[in-house]
């Protein structure tokens, strides 16, 4: 990385953490465990519209962004400010996966806009990479899951099952080379696994999600709880880079 950049991220409190350094062991591509096929049923309830799943498997990128923010799959429509589809290149290499939109996202319609969508930028320009050049951002669910004391909460297994059809949608369409999970809601949901699976176990084990390689880390928000784990985290995107480029 060059000496300008390290001293943008070195100026935000991002530290030598982001360096390049060299790259950790590559995952065995052959060895990769993929998620089982994710149920194509809406999650059934009160507040579900005709929507469903088979149909929103065959929209295309405008129909679906338009049915997204119109969407009462379930009930996280009734708060919403704005429904947040996701940002960036339609034919990315690289897809960021979130767990939902918070309280500045739903306000202004747009994924990681607060401060942990800044440490998700420096994480991706450590990658040279940028939002919007090479990667799309989106979220497992697209309205913010608020809890009953109006803060931010992670959404509920029926909220995910209800929304997870417009996700498998964008990556259908998208077809990136690498999805990174970002935190363990992102990962259960694209490996299937119950919300109480801890992050720990799932990082550091090659995993792919309808074939393509699926690399697990820690949610920036998180990071930004806990900077010390930043240096994992790196490791972790270093090993998505790999099954991209085969370093
Ligand atoms: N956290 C997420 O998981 N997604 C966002 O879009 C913002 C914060």
Same mark, same amino acid.
């Given at each position: 990385?060059?000496?300008?950049?390290?001293?943008?991220?070195?100026?935000? /409190?991002?530290?030598?953490?982001?360096?390049?350094?060299?790259?950790?062991?590559?995952?065995?591509?052959?060895?990769?465990?993929?998620?089982?096929?994710?149920?194509?049923?809406?999650?059934?309830?009160?507040?579900?519209?005709?929507?469903?799943?088979?149909?929103?498997?065959?929209?295309?990128?405008?129909?679906?962004?338009?049915?997204?923010?119109?969407?009462?799959?379930?009930?996280?429509?009734?708060?919403?400010?704005?429904?947040?589809?996701?940002?960036?290149?339609?034919?990315?290499?690289?897809?960021?996966?979130?767990?939902?939109?918070?309280?500045?996202?739903?306000?202004?319609?747009?994924?990681?806009?607060?401060?942990?969508?800044?440490?998700?930028?420096?994480?991706?320009?450590?990658?040279?990479?940028?939002?919007?050049?090479?990667?799309?951002?989106?979220?497992?669910?697209?309205?913010?899951?608020?809890?009953?004391?109006?803060?931010?909460?992670?959404?509920?297994?029926?909220?995910?099952?209800?929304?997870?059809?417009?996700?498998?949608?964008?990556?259908?369409?998208?077809?990136?080379?690498?999805?990174?999970?970002?935190?363990?809601?992102?990962?259960?949901?694209?490996?299937?696994?119950? /919300?109480?699976?801890?992050?720990?176990?799932?990082?550091?084990?090659?995993?792919?999600?309808?074939?393509?390689?699926?690399?697990?880390?820690?949610?920036?928000?998180?990071?930004?709880?806990?900077?010390?784990?930043?240096?994992?985290?790196?490791?972790?995107?270093?090993?998505?880079?790999?099954?991209?480029? /085969?370093?």
């Amino acid at each position: 990385m060059n000496p300008d950049k390290l001293r943008k991220l070195e100026q935000m /409190g991002l530290g030598p953490v982001w360096q390049r350094r060299g790259l950790p062991d590559t995952p065995a591509q052959d060895s990769l465990i993929d998620a089982p096929a994710l149920a194509d049923d809406a999650a059934g309830g009160p507040g579900h519209d005709p929507v469903l799943a088979d149909d929103i498997s065959g929209m295309d990128w405008e129909t679906l962004e338009a049915t997204i923010r119109q969407c009462t799959r379930c009930r996280l429509c009734e708060d919403r400010h704005h429904a947040v589809p996701g940002t960036g290149d339609r034919n990315a290499r690289w897809l960021f996966v979130g767990e939902g939109p918070g309280r500045n996202e739903d306000l202004q319609g747009e994924p990681f806009v607060g401060p942990a969508g800044k440490l998700l930028d420096n994480m991706m320009r450590a990658l040279d990479l940028a939002r919007g050049e090479q990667t799309y951002i989106a979220n497992v669910v697209k309205c913010r899951p608020v809890g009953a004391d109006g803060r931010d909460r992670p959404p509920s297994a029926d909220e995910v099952s209800a929304c997870l059809p417009y996700l498998k949608r964008q990556i259908d369409l998208i077809r990136p080379q690498v999805i990174v999970a970002l935190g363990k809601t992102a990962a259960g949901s694209l490996l299937g696994l119950p /919300g109480d699976v801890s992050l720990g176990s799932l990082r550091g084990q090659p995993r792919s999600f309808a074939g393509i390689p699926l690399a697990i880390t820690y949610h920036p928000a998180y990071l930004l709880r806990k900077p010390t784990d930043k240096a994992r985290a790196w490791r972790d995107l270093c090993a998505a880079r790999s099954a991209i480029d /085969g370093h």
